[in-house]
């Protein structure tokens, strides 16, 4: 038997299946580095009292350790190979040992008691050797000393296969090579040989010649073990972390750097080294604690805030722990979440280095008045007045990003002005993190401008900062401006596909339709061109992988391998999966028909569980289904329709399906027909759509709106509900639910929906005021100024349509007439663009009813100026919808309303004019709504308001009487004004002294 049968370096196995490397595999392998490293934590982590103790009793453990692993090593060839096949002449396989690290580390742990002191007595070195052994020995040093070097080896390799732990022979056999002139053998058997030697200074010899040969894994081996010996050296610790860092072993370069911090703690240089290790592998807390410690550590010492730092031996703020460390540590809490802990190191910090640690009043200040500038003007209720002491920007950075983060927004704010304030071109990167901070907070409006500002110069611009951009402008509903800000990058960046979709989804949410196809084909084209087979070419690191080595250990990284792709279901059989999902279905369906009557409205019962699960399955295998949520022109055709097979698109195709799809967007699309169908597994479209209705009610009446309203807006984009109808009612199931649980943002914004597909129509504005009901929550929906804004500009447009028609513009892709921009004051939005369009045709002619003004919209506008008590502005527009239609009740009620109102702020100064001209328009609406039968009080119960009003409680009691009288005729009471017009007569009564009469009423119409 050779060398090269015992050092086979071809055969050697991975590092990491290696007890002897140093490189980190998953959690289940436990090889010998990754012990050593948390061997070293554990050593790190003793108290100093058992330190003493722990190096006596620990020193043979180490010992006995190294050994340990040179036994299983010899055990494990001796296994694969037979005692009686030979000396050791395979490799030297590491694979199974893995298995018996763990359970050896842990009885060797129980059987030597380590934090124990060992009684007296030193183990025995090196094994009691044979007769035969001895006699080996004696002639293979006699062969080295007369020359026969090939004589000395086979003898010493004679001896190993005898006894293996016979430390000499590994020496003299790594001599014999080394006067071969090779030198590689040679290093691997010294590193052999050193296993039983236990000398330190040998294991760091062998470490440096492994660095120096490129054997970084061998190397940083070799220092784990001289780690072991001698955990003082921390010069081997030093250069161990080093090198793991440089071959992106963070977890090795992690501990070692721990071991010397224990060694020396609060040393400011091993904390900066070790701080970038511990950010790169996401262990923040760590290095938040220990910068934490040394944070309190450098105050106590320094408490003057000025000390002699002895890296650089000099007098330092802070004894070297300065400005840049205290904004490190306020980085770490602020990524970490802890954003108080943040304002204070900062605010502590930076006092303390002032030299004003003695300052603890500050801390009792909520906000940061201490480090306030003269521009900030802060009023100040309690406590020490602004101390106006000077901050860093950086640090006023910090304070701006936690407290943004906390929710105090007016603090932050007041931070953020000082450092926007800045150049731009030269606090980018500050710049940047506020606006970001903003932006995770959802605070887009404050986010938007700073991300324009960085946008606007070339040095500070950059494709995030774009995108964010973008994204606050889509989030402002500003999406035409988004568009605009996806479609630049969209030019500058050709291969980013996530600004694409994004682009998509403001085009599919702009109603066209066109443009995003477009966008979602070229996505999917990049991504069958990036698409390539995983095995094409061969890596140079796999091939180097492949390539013989001389280390002890694998030097390359492990290869990571993809799995190829699941294998697809035939046709046939997806064929065959339909149709038993269609049974189901139909099944399904039969069932839910037969449990709904069952279904109670008070109590949830059997039925009722067994119909939403049966109904969930239906409604999510409906959802599920990419054929009835797709793009196409042609409706659903079905899970598989049937088309011919197309040849690749050639260029020609291509020009005519652009022209085919502009023919489209102009309205007048070919006559290709397709055939469709309006069943999806055995169910009509109406039937699901009846079975969605159903389902989402029942959710909305047992509280679960949220999950409602989701499912309904999904419903809205499948191609089986396109047409105006089904739009409509889905819309109108959302109202629905929405009214149930009065979530008036979701009624005001399906309703805007409604009005913008129904133009020059007064049923939705009637279904808008019928649904939003009564209520504070109501009227502050009513009067939200995006609202007002789009009836002012339907309003307009009105106005002009109705005076001039010939104005009127047909917009195809939102398919309304529109007025362009130089005739409108108000900007064009979402729903209404503007711009250019068509004049009405043949094709699209101006319905009739926009000819004339529409008083109901003029109306509703000016009621909308009376809840926001804008009554001069109201009283403008009800006069001009009372001129339109002067025999409108409900329109001189407003007009009332409004003159009163206005006559009773300060600003009138015609204010009997007004009160006459209201009690005027009230006698109108008495008129008008007397000849209305069952009118249930409500003309009396007005006038009474109107009396109660001005203070003419006489009259007022008159009308509230009448109303209470009316009331005792009708069956149903509570259908009347009876409980309203008592409590304001009740507050009448009161007032004027008449405790008993307003008992009487509580009694009788107040009570339950």
């Known amino acids: 038997m050779t060398l090269s049968d015992l050092l086979d370096n071809e055969q050697l196995i991975a590092m990491e299946d290696d007890p002897l490397s140093a490189e980190d ?28 103790d722990d190096t006596t009793s620990q020193e043979p453990n180490v010992e006995m350790e190294i050994e340990g692993d040179f036994d299983r090593l010899i055990d494990n060839i001796r296994m694969k190979e037979g005692t009686s096949s030979g000396l050791l002449n395979k490799d030297w396989d590491f694979g199974s040992i893995n298995d018996q690290d763990s359970q050896f580390k842990d009885d060797l742990r129980l059987a030597s008691g380590i934090g124990k002191r060992r009684k007296k007595g030193q183990r025995a070195v090196g094994p009691t050797l044979s007769f035969e052994v001895r006699s080996l020995l004696g002639d293979g040093n006699q062969a080295y000393v007369d020359g026969n070097l090939p004589e000395a ?15 000499s022979a590994w020496s003299v056999l790594a001599q014999c090579h080394e006067d071969l002139k090779q030198g590689q053998q040679a290093l691997q058997l010294r590193i052999m040989a050193a296993h039983l030697r236990h000398d330190a200074d040998e294991w760091d010899r062998l470490a440096r010649q492994s660095k120096d040969l490129g ?72 290095c938040t604690t220990l910068f934490q410690a040394a944070f309190e550590h450098y105050q106590k010492t320094y408490p003057s805030g000025h000390g002699f730092n002895s890296t650089t031996h000099t007098d330092a703020p802070g004894g070297g722990f300065g400005l840049l460390e205290i904004l490190v540590l306020a980085d770490l809490h602020n990524t970490t979440g802890d954003y108080a802990r943040a304002v204070d190191v900062i605010r502590q910090g930076c006092r303390w280095l002032q030299g004003r640690a003695e300052h603890r009043y500050w801390d009792t200040c909520d ?14 209720e309690s406590g020490p007045e602004s101390g106006l002491y000077p901050l860093d920007l950086n640090a006023r950075h910090r304070l701006t990003v936690a407290r943004i983060k906390m929710g105090e927004t007016e603090e932050a704010k007041l931070h953020a002005s000082v450092v926007l304030a800045q150049d731009v071109l030269d606090y980018a990167p500050l710049f940047a993190e506020t606006a970001d901070a903003y932006f995770e907070q959802e605070m887009y409006a404050e986010a938007r401008p700073i991300y324009e500002l960085l946008g606007r110069e070339a040095s500070t611009s950059s494709l995030y900062v774009l995108l964010q951009t973008a994204t606050c402008l889509r989030m402002m509903n500003e999406l035409r401006e988004a568009a605009e800000v996806y479609e630049y990058i969209r030019d500058i960046e050709p291969t980013d596909t996530d600004a694409k979709m994004k682009l998509a989804e403001i085009y599919e949410i702009l109603n066209e339709p066109r443009k995003a196809l477009e966008l979602v084909y070229e996505v999917i084209d990049s991504r069958k061109r990036l698409n390539r087979p995983a095995d094409a070419n061969m890596d140079e690191s796999e091939k180097a992988k492949q390539l013989p080595s001389s280390s002890l250990f694998s030097e390359q990284n492990k290869a990571k391998t993809t799995k190829s792709g699941r294998q697809r279901m035939s046709v046939e059989a997806l064929m065959e999966l339909e149709a038993k999902m269609e049974l189901d ?9 037969e449990l709904y009557p069952q279904i109670s409205k008070d109590e949830v019962n059997d039925s009722e569980r067994e119909w939403f699960l049966q109904a969930e399955k239906l409604i999510d295998s409906f959802r599920e289904c990419r054929q009835l949520f797709s793009t196409s022109q042609y409706g659903f055709r079905g899970v598989f329709p049937t088309r011919p097979k197309r040849a690749k698109i050639s260029e020609d195709d291509e020009d005519r399906m652009a022209s085919r799809l502009q023919l489209e967007i102009e309205g007048s699309v070919g006559s290709k027909a397709v055939a469709s169908t309006e069943v999806f597994r055995g169910l009509h479209f109406q039937e699901w759509l009846k079975l969605f209705f159903q389902y989402c009610f029942l959710l909305t009446w047992r509280g679960q709106f949220e999950a409602a309203e989701e499912i309904l807006k999904h419903l809205i984009y499948s191609i089986a509900y396109r047409s105006l109808e089904s739009q409509t009612s889905i819309r109108l199931a959302i109202l629905t639910c929405a009214m149930l649980a009065q979530r008036h943002a979701t009624i005001v914004e399906q309703s805007r929906k409604l009005m913008s597909a129904y133009q020059f129509n007064n049923e939705p504005l009637r279904i808008y005021l019928a649904v939003l009901g009564g209520g504070l929550h109501a009227t502050d929906a009513f009067v939200l100024s995006p609202v007002q804004k789009y009836l002012y500009r339907e309003l307009k447009s009105s106005y002009i349509i109705a005076k001039t028609p010939d104005a009127a513009r047909w917009v195809n892709q939102i398919r309304r007439f529109s007025i362009p921009d130089s005739k409108l004051e108000e900007p064009a939005d979402e729903d209404d663009p503007g711009g250019p ?47 339109l239609c002067p025999e409108d009740p409900m329109i001189c009620l407003s007009l009332a309303v409004a003159s009163m109102g206005r006559a009773l702020q ?43 009003q001005l203070g003419l409680y006489s009259h007022a009691v008159t009308h509230y009487e009448k109303v209470l009288q009316m009331a005792e005729t009708q069956e149903d009471k509570n259908a009347t004004l009876a409980k309203e017009a008592a409590y304001n007569l009740s507050l009448i009564y009161g007032m004027t002294g008449s405790a008993s009469l307003a008992g009487t009423l509580y009694r009788r119409w107040l009570s339950l």
């Open 585 to 593: 279905t139909l099944k399904g369906h039969r069932r839910l028909e």
């Open 25 to 52: 595999g998953d959690d289940s392998s436990r090889d010998s580095q990754t012990s050593d490293s948390d061997e070293e934590e554990e050593d790190s982590e003793k108290g100093d009292s058992e330190k003493g």
């Open 367 to 380: 906000d940061d008045r201490e480090y306030d500038v003269p521009e900030f003007n802060r009023t100040v």
């Open 153 to 167: 080896i086979r003898i010493m390799l004679e001896v190993i296969r005898i006894e293996p732990r016979v430390s």
């Open 906 to 948: 300060r600003q009138s100064d015609n204010r009997h004019h007004l009160i006459t001209q209201a009690m005027g328009l009230l006698t109108r609406y008495r008129q008008l709504r007397s000849e209305q039968k069952n009118a249930l009080g409500e003309v009396d119960y007005n006038l009474g308001r109107a009396f109660q």
């Open 837 to 883: 369009g068509e004049p009405a045709s043949e094709a699209h002619p101006l319905p009739e009813a926009a000819r004339k003004t529409n008083p109901v919209l003029t109306a509703l506008y000016g009621q909308m100026c009376i809840s926001a008590k804008s009554y001069q502005s109201a009283i403008f527009y009800l006069l001009y919808a009372y001129e």
């Open 215 to 286: 054997y970084n894994q061998q190397a940083l081996y070799c220092w784990g073990k001289l780690s072991h010996l001698d955990p003082e050296n921390v010069n081997a610790q030093w250069d161990r972390a080093l090198l793991a860092r440089d071959m992106g072993d963070l977890k090795t370069t992690r501990n070692a750097f721990l071991v010397i911090l224990k060694r020396f703690p609060h040393d400011l240089a091993v904390l900066s080294e070790l701080r970038t290790t511990l950010i790169e592998i996401g262990d923040l807390d760590t």
